[in-house]
Every structure is written in C-alpha cells, then in structure tokens.
C-alpha cells in the first residue's frame, strides 16, 4: 500500500503494485482497512485509494482551504491510480471511472453518500462505448451519475429524474429500467442532462477531475447528514471521528447477462444459521441492492446461471470468517462472469443470531470462548427469545412480503418518520409502512417496533440497521399500496387508515390486520454453553 502524507494529509492506495499496509482502521476506515486485507488475501480488490479521516475534520472546518490541499493530493493519487489501472481519467478511448465512498472508523451502513461512474460526461461515454463495446453500459451508467450528482452534491430532490425514467418506461411498454435497450438510455441520460440544470441552476460538470472534487467534498459533507448524526447519536459514536473517502475503480454490474450487483453475508443475519445469505440482482450497480428501492432477487438465478460464481461465494464464507474471526457483510460485483470485492465488515444481526453465531463459531474453532464472552457482552439471557408465527396463524395474514429480520411485532401504522415519531411519544407502538427500505428513515426506524415496505431487498441498508435494532422487518411487499393523500394503505383487497392496527413477522414475510397467534422458543441449549463458558472464563 503506497502512502503519501502532505499538510498533515494522508492517501493511502489499495491494492496498487509494490505497496505495503501502514495505516490504521482511525485513519483510513474500516472500509478500506479491510479491503487492504482482502486485497492481500489475493482476493480480487479493484484498485483505490484513500482520503483519511483527518482530512475530512479539516474540510468540515474549512472547506475551501481543504479543497485547495485536497486538490494536489487528488491529482497525485489518481495519477496513480492511473498507472495501476491502465486507465486514464478523462480519456476518450480508455476512459478511468471511479466510485466515491465513504468509510468511517466504525461501519454506519447507508448513512453516509456514494456517487458511483464518476468520469463520465459527453467524451468519456463514447470512450467507454469504444472500451468495452458496450454502448447500454454506457448510456446507463451516464445516466446513473447524472442523477446521483444532482441529488447528492446539489441535494436536489429525486422525483423529477425518476419521473422521467417513468416516462421513458412507459413510452417503451416496459416495466423495468434494466430493460431500456441504449438508445433509450441515451436518450435518457439527455434529458436528464437538461433536468440537472435545471433543478440544481448548474450544467451537469463535463471536466472529469472537477466531477472527482465535488463528489470527494460531498461524501466528507454527509458525515453531517441528519440520518447520519441521528445514527451517530443512537449509537453513541462521537462525532469527531469523522468519515474517510474512498476512490475506487469502478467495476459493473450492469454490462448484461452475466454481471450484476449483490450484498452477502456469511451466516444468515436473523437466525445465526450457517449458511450463505446472499442478495443479487443481474446487470445492476451496487446501489440498486442497498438503497432499498428494488426486489434484489436473483440469487437463485445466480446459483444456475454462474455456478462458478456462487462457488466462489461459498468459498469466501470460510475465507472472510477465517480472516475475521466473525461472521462477514459483504458487498460485490460480478463484471462479466468475474467477481469482485467491494467492501466487507462484521455483520449486523439480530441478539438470537449474535448468540447463535458466537456459540456455532467456539465449536468451530473460528472464536475462543473468553472471545466469544466478550463478543457477546451482558447478553441478557431472560430477553433472548425468538417469537415465531403458530402453525394456523399463516390462515389470517392478508399479505406477503420477504422476511428481513426476525420476530413477530405489532402496532398502529404510520406513514412516515414524523408520525412515526409523534404516536410513540405518545405511547404507542408502531409499525413504520414505507414505499422504500430507506436510511432516510432512520428517526422513525429508531421508535417504531416493525418496518413493512413495498419495495426493497433483505440486504438494503435499512433492513440491516433494523435487524441491528432487533426490529422485526419485511420487504418487497407487492400488493402493498400506499395512498400519502388519503393516508392509507391497501393490502390486497384490505384498505387501512393510518393508525390501524398492523402486525408483521420478520421472519415469514406475512402481514396481518389482526393479531396472530404464536410461539415463543429459547435458546437454552446455547444459553446453557455460554453459561458453562462463563464459570471457566479467564479473570479479567
């Protein structure tokens, strides 16, 4: 790993020829801290590079005489990257794309901003075209960045980009945008063009360097975002931590039949059971699967179309878990059958699957027990249980989704965080109903008990801070519709205002307008282990 240090600023390269690790997870974040230790694995690790957490509390301070030191370190480093790559940014035959993530000290899924293609504009999408021979690519990936870069550098509103993608969708007799064919795209990405200037004042950025700086700058910024310091202040994570950016050579998933984008996990995160959990979906970026706005269910698919692929999944279970002495999330893209490595940190799961795992993994040989003890902290062994559906009570639900989490829950329905937020104070329980499994709703998440949404996939980024919370979650429910007007929903044939009553199961996926019945198990016999653990734990 290659290091540079100007004005106290730190750049680290990963996976770049001839480097050695030196930085801590403080430093870099775990983002790229772990990427760093994939890469040395020998597992497929695009190129990147870092701008350390120093130098976003320095841009939060001043942000132009940040800009202005960032501004030689950027061009240093993506010279580099240049070099590793054998692209070059700006370029219209070999053009260099890059990823601009966040990754602070501690892992904040989906708190934060990410813009991905960035380096694409009016030149570089035909240099792309000429690269990869992929003209869909293309024109999809332009299309993607000219919405995010209006909406997270400029904070403009999505719903005139997505209302244009409705359009075009329409006008084409379609139902998804993975089925636009490239002059279609292209077309789209036109007249998004035209939507960016106007709702943001500004022409979309042509200058391929000017596009890195503004996004760099806008990550740093996220780290003040409200659902960033309402994650922060729920966790208890100090706000002068502060957020490193990573400058990543972009991969697609979204180059046809055999790419695609998916987040897995090593263990599944609700019940603690050993096996591979994995959501996908074919030609598709990264965002599509965590920002909770689509069905991410392909992973079936996968299994039969690259079973070569799905092996390689299986082997990194034992890979990550090995490395990290505890059940992985991982995130991934599959770029023409070859798959790639995004991102991995210690999952998100449920107290029932914490116990599960820590328990599975002493008698494998993966934790010792007094790791396993401090792994699990005061586990409250009278409030571990696992709440599951009666065989009869599946006769009453009148819904269906996809079980996200775990546990039965109960309570009025609110449309939003704010209601959210002012029946619980009021004493209510409530069950959080949402078009999208989105971040964005991380106050409400914070005091309902339960999150349905009609859209979304088990990995988005909300349903893994719900299975955090312990909160039971559902997505992908299909027949939910959600009138904001008249503030109510239809399930089915069901119509329910807002504040009816509304249970969900985590782990089904069923909905219900009436309580159902259900059955309550304990985790004795793993209860019964660690307590066994505990008597012969070493002092201290």
Known sequence: MSIMNKSLQHTFGIGMPGGKESASAAAMGFKAYNLARLARLGLKVPEAFVLGTALCRDYLKDPK????AQHDILAEMLHRLEQASQLSLGSTRRPLLVSIRSGAPVSMPGMMDTLLNVGLCDATVHGLIRRTGNARLAWDSYRRLIQQFATVVHGAENAPFDAARDQALQEAGLAETRELDFRQLAGLAQRFL???EEVTGHPFPQNPFEQVEAAVGAVFVSWNSPRAVT?????????????????QRMVFGNGGGTSGAGVGFTRNPATGDNQLYVDFLFNSQGEDVVSGRYLAGDAERLRHVLPGVWSELERLRQVLESEFGDAQEFEFTVQDGAL???QTRHAKRTPWANLRIAVAQVREGILSKDEALRRLGNIDDTQLERVRLAPAAKDQQVAEGLGAGMGVAGGVLALDADEAQARAAKGEAVILVREDASTADIAGLAVCVGLLTARGSRTAH???VARQMAKPCVVGCGSLQIDRAARCISLGRQRLPEGSPLWIDGESGAVFASQPQVLIETAAEELAEVAGWRVHATPG
Not at 65 to 68: S, Y
């Open 65 to 68: 005489m940040a800009r202005d």
């Open 194 to 196: 035209v939507i960016h």
């Open 231 to 247: 994650y922060r202040e729920l966790n208890a994570l100090s706000e002068k931590l502060g957020t490193a950016v990573l400058v």
């Open 340 to 342: 790639f490595l995004l």
């Open 462 to 464: 909300a349903a893994v």
